[in-house]
Nanobody
Framework: QVKLVESGGGLARPGGSWRLACAAS????????MSWYRQAPGQERQLGAS????????YYADSVAGRFGISRDNVWNMLYLQMNNLKPEDTAVYYC???????WGQGTQVTVSS
């Protein structure tokens, strides 16, 4: 059974940096693409970034391009999201997602506020 567990949420300051992590288990992690989604209050869940099996050619939504970085460690079955130059509008619950298995993590809250 595939399981994804996010961690690292918290309160960040505008202009600051934060890093999220997602631990995967029960699956051949290195064999499929992974994504980070986020859901702001009152809004639909939206794709923020995705990464291929090898880590090449990451994709970023316009709203986070140039500020966020997605990466993965296929040895430790970990997915990461480095968030820089944070803005209040980045406040959301962040989810990791494995589309191949249609599996979501439980989400982790990031709040950007001064």
């Amino acid at each position: 059974q595939v399981k994804l567990v996010e961690s690292g949420g918290g309160l960040a300051r505008p202009g600051g940096s934060w890093r999220l992590a997602c631990a995967a288990s029960g699956c051949p992690f290195s064999s499929f693409a992974m994504s980070w989604y986020r859901q702001a209050p009152g809004q639909e869940r939206q794709l923020g970034a995705s990464i291929t099996e090898s880590g090449a050619n990451p994709y970023y939504a316009d709203s986070v391009a140039g500020r966020f970085g997605i990466s993965r460690d296929n040895v430790w079955n970990m997915l990461y999201l480095q968030m820089n130059n944070l803005k209040p509008e980045d406040t959301a619950v962040y989810y990791c997602y494995a589309s191949r298995f249609a599996t979501w993590g439980q989400g982790t809250q990031v709040t950007v506020s001064s």
